[in-house]
């Protein structure tokens, strides 16, 4: 279905709503963002007086109608900061010693909003995440073609790279460089910490790297275009870039490659990008642009499975040659060339640990290059670019960078995070809180996660039956469970289930009840209690419920980790309490729901 001419030109249809819902980071829970108005009720001697507070504001302003007196005010900032540090906390566990790729685009590059983009990047890298940054350049290359004099060339997603134009993308590149080194060389400001003692560390700037990590091959001429010195990737440097990053440095990866000749080449960022993050085995990359991805009614999509993004872009593939290119990249399922090695299951594992189906494996032999999708290393569509005149016209919104972060999730990288650079704090935003702010494709959901159908009966007996029988589940009569199975959802891998659990809405109380569940023993440890347990708050958000609770004798400790307290008999719903066996003496658990955001339709 085509975007009608009268939507905003990056609006995208969203075709599939009902799809799985995972956490943003994985793990953790959000956290309040900005600074708001409080109404309070303080009460005196003289009676009860209302007030309001004004605290400061993301923007730096400060409203200064603040009607108590400066030492409360101070305690509840002071009470905000600390619970911001432990909501924070685990988004903290979750990144530290964690790989993200961050590609900047070129607007971005030369606004102002890359100063803060950066200073995030340096907060962040103090907290033990490892950065490759890739700036953009065609805007750069483009302007200083203009100021000469000279056109730009472009035929398709690429550049013809003349003498001239490998002469500017020179300049470009180098000047980028070293705004970025001076920039993030500073380190944090000093003026603050001096009362905690002095310390050398303190005076050391963030290390930024550079260097031959890129090896290229000419593009050449084809179908009888000659593209001059425009670059192909062939081999990301890995071990040195990652002894680099090991070091404490951050990496900065230049889209000017080097061949086996001495060459310099223009490549394309975005097909640098994929190929390092594929490489790499990075656990994310981040594309900060200049706007936001929406759906046809202009609200944010901020979450897209594989499969959805995958869909999106093939139903536009016909308004633009980028989108395409990908499905032409992706559909070889005839002749697939397999990246590895398979295990008994046919799953592919890849760098970073994550399990692939091999039909959505790497598609970047690192030391070769992009493989076409039909076996050949050599053919004449190479890589994923972006760029052309497409892309700097923009008819197609950022459908580009959609089917970039669809062709990256299926080579490995476990989620592309789509961000709009022009949002103060745009990175913090995203990285520490539940929903986040821009756009995230995932591709760690090959295991469908659906509601449970009659044909899962034997399959979820078999399942629970061990937890029953040891007295860790209630035990349910066939009968039983049939009547319940409407409310079981399962995961399910290679046609098999895998995992199941169950939701019980108790709709006048706005409650449900977590319960039976259970994982297979040899798919244990992998993380499918947590997906389970995802899938159920957000099935419970969209029926309108505000609260979690369980019964439980041996699993308590699993539930308070992931936010359940314990509670009285007398927390839960009057109906399910007739029902409960007390011999069994189970503890009772709840956890309060917190409003859904991500802005995706259950």
């Known amino acids: 279905m085509a975007t009608s001419p009268s939507l905003?030109?990056?609006?995208?249809?969203?075709?599939?709503?009902?799809?799985?819902?995972?956490?943003r980071n994985v793990v953790g829970e959000s956290f309040s963002g900005g600074f708001h108005s409080i109404k309070l009720l303080l009460s005196n001697n003289k009676g009860i007086a209302r007030c309001n507070i004004w605290e400061e504001t993301e923007s730096g302003g400060s409203a200064n109608s603040i009607s108590i007196d400066d030492t409360t005010n101070s305690s509840m900032k002071e009470d905000r900061f600390v619970r911001f540090f432990r909501e924070a906390w685990p988004y903290f566990r979750a990144h530290q010693g964690s790989t993200f790729l961050v590609?900047?685009?070129?607007?971005?590059?030369?606004?102002?909003?890359?100063?803060?983009?950066?200073?995030?990047?340096s907060l962040l890298h103090g907290l033990g995440i490892k950065f490759v940054l890739a700036p953009g350049t065609h805007v750069q290359i483009d302007k200083l073609l203009a100021e000469r004099g000279k056109e730009p060339k472009y035929v398709g997603r690429y550049r013809i790279t003349d003498s001239d134009s490998l002469q500017a993308a020179m300049d470009a590149a180098g000047r980028?460089?070293?705004?970025?080194?001076?920039?993030?060389?500073?380190?944090?400001?000093?003026c603050n910490i001096r009362r905690h003692g002095d310390n050398s560390r303190w005076h050391d700037g963030v290390s930024v790297v550079s260097g031959n990590f890129l090896a290229a091959k000419r593009r050449g001429v084809v179908e009888g275009i000659d593209y001059g010195a425009t670059g192909e990737v062939k081999k990301i440097d890995v071990s040195r870039i990652r002894e680099r990053l090991d070091q404490d440095s951050i990496v900065i990866l230049s889209n000017l490659g080097y061949s086996s000749s001495g060459e310099v080449l223009n490549c394309n960022t975005y097909e640098v990008a994929t190929a390092c993050a594929l490489a790499l085995g990075a656990?994310?990359?981040?594309?900060?642009?200049?706007?936001?991805?929406?759906?046809?009614?202009?609200?944010?999509?901020?979450?897209?499975?594989?499969?959805?993004?995958?869909?999106?872009?093939?139903?536009?593939?016909k308004q633009s040659e980028i989108a395409a290119n990908y499905v032409k990249a992706v559909d070889q399922e005839?002749?697939?060339?397999?990246?590895?090695?398979?295990?008994?299951?046919?799953?592919?594992?890849?760098?970073?640990?994550?399990?692939?189906?091999?039909?959505?494996?790497?598609?970047?032999?690192?030391?070769?290059?992009?493989?076409?999708?039909?076996?050949?290393?050599?053919?004449?569509?190479?890589?994923?670019?972006?760029?052309?005149?497409?892309?700097?016209?923009?008819?197609?919104?950022?459908?580009?960078?959609?089917?970039?972060?669809?062709?990256?999730?299926?080579?490995?990288?476990?989620?592309?995070?789509?961000?709009?650079?022009?949002?103060?704090?745009?990175?913090?935003?995203?990285?520490?809180?539940?929903?986040?702010?821009?756009?995230m494709v995932a591709s760690d959901v090959y295991e469908g996660t659906r509601m449970a159908k009659v044909t899962d009966f034997d399959a979820i007996r078999q399942i629970i039956k061990p937890l029953e029988e040891s007295g860790t589940l209630v035990k349910r009569t066939d009968e039983e469970l049939l009547e319940a199975l409407d409310s079981f959802i399962v995961v399910e891998r290679?046609?098999?289930?895998?995992?199941?659990?169950?939701?019980?809405?108790?709709?006048?109380?706005?409650?449900?009840?977590?319960?039976a569940i259970a994982v297979s023993p040899d798919c244990r440890g992998q993380g499918q209690g947590d997906k389970l347990l995802d899938y159920i708050e957000k099935k419970a958000s969209s029926l309108e419920l505000e609260m979690l609770f369980?019964?439980?004798?041996?699993?308590?400790?699993?539930?308070?980790?992931?936010?359940?307290?314990?509670?009285?008999?007398?927390?839960?719903?009057?109906?399910?309490?007739?029902?409960?066996?007390?011999?069994?003496?189970?503890?009772?658990?709840?956890?309060?729901?917190?409003?859904?955001?991500?802005?995706?339709?259950?």
């Open 283 to 317: 656990e994310k990359l981040i594309c900060i642009i200049d706007g936001p991805i929406l759906d046809e009614s202009g609200r944010l999509i901020r979450f897209l499975t594989l499969q959805d993004a995958d869909m999106l872009v093939r139903k536009r593939a």
């Open 550 to 602: 369980l019964l439980t004798t041996r699993t308590a400790d699993w539930f308070v980790r992931r936010g359940f307290s314990e509670c009285s008999i007398d927390s839960l719903p009057a109906e399910r309490r007739k029902k409960i066996n007390l011999s069994r003496k189970s503890k009772y658990y709840t956890k309060k729901l917190l409003p859904d955001m991500s802005g995706i339709l259950f």
């Open 494 to 515: 290679e046609g098999h289930v895998i995992a199941c659990a169950a939701l019980f809405p108790f709709y006048k109380d706005k409650c449900g009840e977590v319960a």
């Open 334 to 439: 005839d002749h697939p060339n397999w990246f590895g090695h398979s295990d008994s299951n046919g799953m592919v594992p890849s760098q970073n640990g994550n399990y692939l189906r091999e039909r959505y494996n790497a598609t970047f032999q690192n030391g070769v290059g992009f493989d076409s999708g039909n076996g050949l290393w050599a053919s004449e569509e190479q890589g994923f670019a972006i760029g052309g005149l497409e892309r700097l016209g923009r008819l197609n919104g950022y459908l580009s960078e959609l089917a970039a972060a669809a062709f990256v999730c299926r080579g490995g990288v476990q989620r592309v995070h789509l961000l709009d650079g022009t949002i103060a704090g745009v990175l913090l935003k995203e990285l520490f809180q539940r929903d986040g702010v821009g756009t």
């Open 176 to 190: 980028i460089r070293i705004m970025i080194e001076a920039k993030l060389s500073p380190g944090p400001s000093l």
């Open 8 to 23: 905003p030109f990056n609006c995208f249809p969203l075709q599939n709503r009902n799809i799985v819902w995972r956490p």
């Open 103 to 121: 590609l900047i685009s070129a607007e971005i590059l030369d606004s102002a909003y890359l100063d803060p983009i950066l200073m995030d990047i």
